[in-house]
């Protein structure tokens, strides 16, 4: 047998790190391996995601996955051990891999040590099952005898017989409620969840992978509750008559619920605190940028700027990036510890983009330094980094001002809210061919509104006006980017 400081020195563990500025916890979003895979260093083992961004994290040393400690959705506090490697495979006598049951003998004495009648109580916290204890859930002769328990136990809750609808997969866990008499496994949101609906855990039947109840079976075991005074669903299809009217749907068909953590979680606390931290101030203007547009047309064609994205939003940011040159007091941060403003010389230009995690606003870092091709060049990366889910909580921090362009939806302009620590953010509507009165005749022109939020504590009416104003102006006439530069 393998002894504990042979077994420490083979086996190395890789913790949770802090991937952003202070955060506590991330995400299992995917793991890109399993055990028994050959791993070196610097590869990517698991994507994660964080208040921030998702993040991949590369393993920093040779070797075997072991144990992955944590299953694909489990929320990790930092500093925990997300998977273990064996960076000695083929010494001694224990494990190289999950898929070599027959040479077990690390894990065994570990299960023995362990208190009777102790089980996890957390999903992903607490002893590991070893891959001996989850096969047998796989095995032909367990598959029958779980089917039969889990119809019984479904039929029992719905109130009436449905053999054929309530017979499980194979892997669905042989009965309800916890293993050993235990606590049941769930996640602390299926907890809640089942907590809100009245439902006991121990009633429900676990359909997770190792016998973890999910969110589903918690809606499953709560339909019949949620439709009271009226009769069981059948199996089949039946029209709604008087007696089975339409509000008897279970109202987990008329309702989803998601949790919201990660990306979305830190972008609801970020705004409720900006609403009600910030003194918003919004100010409008409509512009006619038909020049703009010729602009961009004509810079689509030009040799320098081959290879890069061409659209409004650059010749936008750039006129930003020189009203803020113009007015470099909109520039700061209202520093509240110790009662100061703080003047920002530089710009780290925040572009909001939407993603299928929500809304992130990674920034260029020293946007005010950049040529036009180098502004172009910086706007693509971003935006095709954004959209990729690669951005890096290092990209979204340090933000000065912010874009955001509701114009891509349609949307003619809005009220856009601060990024937490900014000063000013600019929303751009549509830009949409309207009749304008243009050499004193109405003609049809390109025109957009913008809309500036800043925070009053830092830039007055004055300074917000003349920053607007300078932004309309060089979109009114572009050949001001040359003269105000």
């Not at 299960?111 to 001996?132: D, I, M, N, Q």
């Not at 990036?321 to 941060?333: F, G, S, T, W």
């Not at 020293?366 to 951005?391: C, F, I, S, Y």
């Not at 300074?463 to 300078?470: C, E, F, H, Q, R």
């Amino acid at each position: 047998m393998t002894t504990m400081t042979e077994t420490s020195a083979r086996f190395r563990e890789f913790k949770m790190p802090d991937v952003g500025e202070g955060l506590t916890e991330a995400e299992i979003l995917k793991w890109f391996v399993q055990p028994g895979d050959t791993v070196t260093d610097g590869q990517v083992v698991c994507e994660v995601e964080t208040a921030k961004a998702a993040v991949e994290l590369p393993i920093p040393f040779d070797g075997v996955v072991h144990e992955l400690r944590f299953p694909e959705g489990t929320t990790v506090d930092v500093g925990q051990v997300i998977i273990a490697i064996d960076v000695a495979p083929g010494s001694g006598d224990a494990p190289a891999s999950a898929a070599a049951p027959a040479q077990e003998p690390v894990e065994e004495p570990e299960a023995e040590a362990e208190p009777k009648g102790r089980t996890p109580v957390l999903v992903g916290y607490g002893v590991a099952e070893s891959s001996t204890k989850r096969r047998p859930r796989k095995g032909a002769s367990a598959a029958p005898e779980a089917a039969a328990v889990a119809a019984a136990v479904q039929a029992e809750l719905n109130g009436h017989a449905t053999p054929a609808a309530a017979a499980p997969a194979p892997s669905v866990p042989a009965q309800a409620g916890a293993p050993d008499g235990g606590r049941p496994l769930a996640k602390p949101p299926v907890r809640k969840l089942a907590k809100d609906l009245g439902i006991d855990l121990a009633t429900v039947v676990p359909t997770g992978k190792g016998g973890v109840i999910t969110r589903e079976d918690v809606h499953a075991a709560a339909a019949p509750a949620e439709a009271p005074g009226t009769a069981p669903v059948p199996p089949a299809p039946a029209p709604v008559t008087a007696e089975a009217p339409a509000a008897a749907v279970p109202a987990s068909a008329r309702e989803t619920r998601i949790p919201v953590k990660g990306v979305r979680k830190a972008i609801a606390q970020a705004m409720v605190g900006s609403a009600f931290t910030a003194p918003h101030v919004t100010e409008f203007v409509t512009v006619d940028v038909t020049r703009t547009m010729k602009l961009v047309a004509e810079l689509k064609e030009d040799k320098d700027m081959a290879g890069v994205r061409v659209n409004p939003l650059l010749i936008i940011a750039k006129a930003l990036l020189v009203a803020i040159k113009r007015n470099p007091e909109v520039n700061a941060a209202w520093d509240e510890a110790n009662q100061e403003i703080v003047q920002k010389h530089y710009v780290n230009l925040g572009i909001a983009a939407a993603t299928p995690r929500g809304l992130i606003v990674p920034n260029i870092k020293d946007a005010h330094d950049k040529t036009l091709p180098q502004l172009a060049a910086a706007l693509g990366e971003l935006v095709t980094t954004a959209r990729d889910g690669k951005t890096s909580p290092a990209a979204m921090a340090g933000g000065t001002v912010t874009i955001t362009n509701v114009g891509v939806f349609g949307v003619d302009t809005g009220t856009p809210i601060l990024n937490p620590g900014e000063s000013a953010i600019l929303a751009v509507g549509a830009i949409k061919l309207q009749p304008w009165v243009h050499k004193g005749k109405v003609k049809p022109r390109q025109v957009t509104t913008l809309a500036l939020s800043f925070d009053h504590r830092l830039v007055d009416g004055e300074l917000g006006s003349k920053v607007l104003a300078d932004v309309a102006a060089i979109l009114e006439q572009p050949k001001r980017l040359i003269t105000w530069a």
